[in-house]
């Protein structure tokens, strides 16, 4: 089995946290070189590419994605893409980062049941694991997860469709894929399908709202002792930030919340909830319009955000064209200064949506309340605090040449648009012609091997933590150089400044996916440590 594009295949590190911790361990993968590719989308035609990334994501700030496309890390159907190049219907842009994996906790996905005679998982996903590779999380993504350590290649939620030769160069199926999904910091029960048949019954099922699903939360507070329901309208109003409110132009929604116990000790409420629809976010979001967010929600349940009444019962939705300009960091105000990413003439490069305010709001549904725009803004300034660009000023790229890679393998210029054929195989540009072969991984071995015997498929037997560790390789990642002035670490092969680790308790958040009831039956994994009576936690 070989790896994307190409690249080497990853060892896996398991880390200590550190001493206050407690609680579980970390799960790193040393950097890498990765090209992200995509089709152009139609949001995107006739718009500058550096307005498109910077509006798109939030992984880097505004100076890194402007110096970056000055540097040739993008390409749009094979030829180096500047800032100012226009994107149009058809082309295929490649991006090529040294991909820094945030950790997840090294508690290991459990499988609860395998059954084989009707093609489906039922799996405990642990809080900190994305679903679906995205943003910065590719390896440490459960779908990854499947597919390298538990050799689980093909598994459907639709029916395979024919190859595109712009998707995966190296998968030939559909990687594993989950019908129903859970956000990352969320944990729990997630049903799986390993074929495309079931793949669309259950899609139905959900879909129709005859899945009986239950959560278990713990929220701010003294939950009321009665039944509450919950049937606010449900909106996204933030793409990039995956920001929901209740609006009256949403989806309908309806959850209902049973308290099972009030903790005197941490004023908080351990709350059985089911929701009855299935829309983004939406037992925080109700919880919070409840005036009872869950405790530990790095968003909903945030001060600095919603400010002290933290969202309860909504905020104003009535529309506003105010858009106040983001404040860049002190070192970068001035044009004059040595650090400055950008042209020193003040009126040398237009500002973008992302510098103006304009692109809040971008990618929702119905115009935005002034109080929307502060929430986005002070969840965006928030995010950009906790990723501390400044840090920028102390680790300024020493050359461009370091944003791309010396060796990888890239996709060949796609030919004129007339003569393009979609299905069959890719072709690799190899930039290594001797390029040393890597053995198999562990995983690999028992994929392949599974693959070639059926009667060696895993079984529900579970991985235990101990074995999680020991089956990963002690290769550790490049030790990260310093800067001589400051002592900010940074990377030495793309001059990334290095956060320090997560503590493990901030990984997830307290709701979890308790039991689901459908046609394939019912299902249900064990209670969280976090809702039991009396338990208390580091905030």
Same mark, same amino acid.
């Given at each position: 089995?070989?790896?994307?594009?190409?690249?080497?295949?990853?060892?896996?590190?398991?880390?200590?946290?550190?001493?206050?911790?407690?609680?579980?361990?970390?799960?790193?993968?040393?950097?890498?070189?990765?090209?992200?590719?995509?089709?152009?989308?139609?949001?995107?035609?006739?718009?500058?590419?550096?307005?498109?990334?910077?509006?798109?994501?939030?992984?880097?700030?505004? +100076?890194?994605?402007?110096?970056?496309?000055?540097?040739?890390?993008?390409?749009?159907?094979?030829?180096?893409?500047?800032?100012?190049?226009?994107?149009?219907?058809?082309?295929?842009?490649?991006?090529?980062?040294?991909?820094?994996?945030?950790?997840?906790?090294?508690?290991?996905?459990?499988?609860?049941?395998?059954?084989?005679?009707?093609?489906?998982?039922?799996?405990?996903?642990?809080?900190?694991?994305?679903?679906?590779?995205?943003?910065?999380?590719?390896?440490?993504?459960?779908?990854?997860?499947?597919?390298?350590?538990?050799?689980?290649?093909?598994?459907?939620?639709?029916?395979?469709?024919?190859?595109?030769?712009?998707?995966?160069?190296?998968?030939?199926?559909?990687?594993?894929?989950?019908?129903?999904?859970?956000?990352?910091?969320?944990?729990?029960?997630?049903?799986?399908?390993?074929?495309?048949?079931?793949?669309?019954?259950?899609?139905?099922?959900?879909?129709?709202?005859?899945?009986?699903?239950?959560?278990?939360?713990?929220?701010?507070?003294?939950?009321?002792?009665?039944?509450?329901?919950?049937?606010?309208?449900?909106?996204?109003?933030?793409?990039?930030?995956?920001?929901?409110?209740?609006?009256?132009?949403?989806?309908?929604?309806?959850?209902?919340?049973?308290?099972?116990?009030?903790?005197?000790?941490?004023?908080?409420?351990?709350?059985?909830?089911?929701?009855?629809?299935?829309?983004?976010?939406?037992?925080?979001?109700?919880?919070?319009?409840?005036?009872?967010?869950?405790?530990?929600?790095?968003?909903?349940?945030?001060?600095?955000?919603?400010?002290?009444?933290?969202?309860?019962?909504?905020?104003?939705?009535?529309?506003?064209?105010?858009?106040?300009?983001?404040?860049?960091?002190?070192?970068?105000?001035?044009?004059?200064?040595?650090?400055?990413?950008?042209?020193?003439?003040?009126?040398?490069?237009?500002?973008?949506?992302?510098?103006?305010?304009?692109?809040?709001?971008?990618?929702?549904?119905?115009?935005?309340?002034?109080?929307?725009?502060?929430?986005?803004?002070?969840?965006?300034?928030?995010?950009?605090?906790?990723?501390?660009?400044?840090?920028?000023?102390?680790?300024?790229?020493?050359?461009?040449?370091?944003?791309?890679?010396?060796?990888?393998?890239?996709?060949?210029?796609?030919?004129?648009?007339?003569?393009?054929?979609?299905?069959?195989?890719?072709?690799?540009?190899?930039?290594?012609?001797?390029?040393?072969?890597?053995?198999?991984?562990?995983?690999?071995?028992?994929?392949?091997?599974?693959? +070639?015997?059926?009667?060696?498929?895993?079984?529900?037997?579970?991985?235990?933590?101990?074995?999680?560790?020991?089956?990963?390789?002690?290769?550790?990642?490049?030790?990260?150089?310093?800067?001589?002035?400051?002592?900010?670490?940074?990377?030495?092969?793309?001059?990334?400044?290095?956060?320090?680790?997560?503590?493990?308790?901030?990984?997830?958040?307290?709701?979890?996916?308790?039991?689901?009831?459908?046609?394939?039956?019912?299902?249900?994994?064990?209670?969280?440590?976090?809702?039991?009576?009396?338990?208390?936690?580091?905030?």
């Amino acid at each position: 089995m070989s790896d994307s594009l190409g690249q080497r295949q990853l060892s896996e590190v398991v880390i200590p946290p550190t001493p206050k911790g407690g609680q579980g361990l970390l799960k790193k993968v040393p950097p890498y070189w990765y090209p992200y590719t995509t089709m152009a989308k139609e949001r995107w035609l006739g718009r500058e590419i550096l307005e498109i990334v910077s509006t798109e994501f939030r992984d880097r700030s505004m +100076q890194y994605y402007r110096y970056a496309l000055d540097s040739g890390v993008t390409t749009i159907n094979g030829k180096v893409a500047k800032p100012d190049t226009i994107v149009k219907n058809g082309d295929r842009i490649e991006n090529v980062v040294h991909r820094h994996e945030p950790p997840v906790t090294a508690t290991p996905v459990k499988i609860i049941l395998h059954d084989k005679e009707r093609d489906f998982l039922i799996i405990d996903k642990p809080g900190s694991i994305p679903v679906h590779a995205s943003g910065r999380y590719y390896r440490h993504s459960l779908v990854e997860m499947l597919r390298h350590e538990f050799g689980f290649e093909k598994v459907y939620s639709k029916p395979p469709s024919p190859p595109d030769r712009f998707s995966n160069p190296s998968s030939s199926t559909n990687p594993p894929q989950a019908i129903n999904r859970l956000d990352r910091l969320t944990s729990g029960l997630m049903i799986i399908p390993l074929n495309a048949d079931v793949a669309r019954s259950l899609t139905k099922e959900f879909m129709n709202g005859s899945v009986r699903k239950e959560y278990i939360a713990r929220c701010k507070g003294q939950f009321p002792a009665e039944e509450v329901v919950c049937e606010q309208p449900l909106l996204t109003v933030d793409r990039q930030m995956g920001l929901n409110i209740v609006h009256p132009e949403g989806k309908p929604a309806k959850t209902v919340f049973n308290r099972l116990h009030h903790d005197a000790n941490t004023n908080t409420s351990v709350l059985r909830c089911r929701p009855f629809t299935g829309r983004s976010h939406q037992i925080r979001v109700h919880l919070q319009y409840l005036g009872h967010p869950i405790a530990n929600d790095p968003i909903y349940s945030e001060e600095r955000i919603w400010g002290p009444n933290l969202g309860k019962s909504g905020i104003d939705v009535i529309p506003s064209s105010q858009r106040p300009a983001p404040a860049p960091p002190e070192h970068l105000k001035s044009d004059n200064s040595p650090e400055s990413l950008g042209d020193p003439k003040p009126n040398a490069k237009k500002l973008l949506p992302r510098e103006t305010g304009q692109d809040i709001g971008m990618g929702s549904p119905v115009p935005l309340s002034a109080e929307a725009v502060q929430v986005i803004t002070r969840l965006r300034n928030m995010k950009d605090e906790d990723e501390d660009w400044s840090r920028w000023r102390d680790v300024v790229f020493r050359a461009k040449g370091a944003l791309a890679p010396k060796s990888f393998r890239r996709l060949p210029p796609l030919p004129p648009q007339n003569r393009r054929k979609r299905g069959g195989k890719n072709v690799v540009v190899d930039a290594m012609e001797d390029q040393e072969q890597q053995p198999p991984s562990h995983a690999e071995s028992q994929s392949q091997n599974a693959l +070639q015997d059926p009667l060696q498929c895993f079984e529900p037997a579970q991985i235990t933590l101990p074995d999680a560790i020991s089956l990963l390789p002690s290769l550790s990642a490049a030790p990260p150089s310093v800067d001589s002035a400051t002592g900010t670490l940074y990377c030495p092969e793309c001059y990334l400044p290095l956060h320090p680790d997560p503590k493990p308790e901030k990984l997830y958040i307290f709701l979890h996916a308790l039991k689901y009831e459908l046609s394939l039956g019912s299902f249900e994994t064990d209670m969280p440590e976090w809702a039991r009576e009396g338990w208390e936690w580091e905030p």
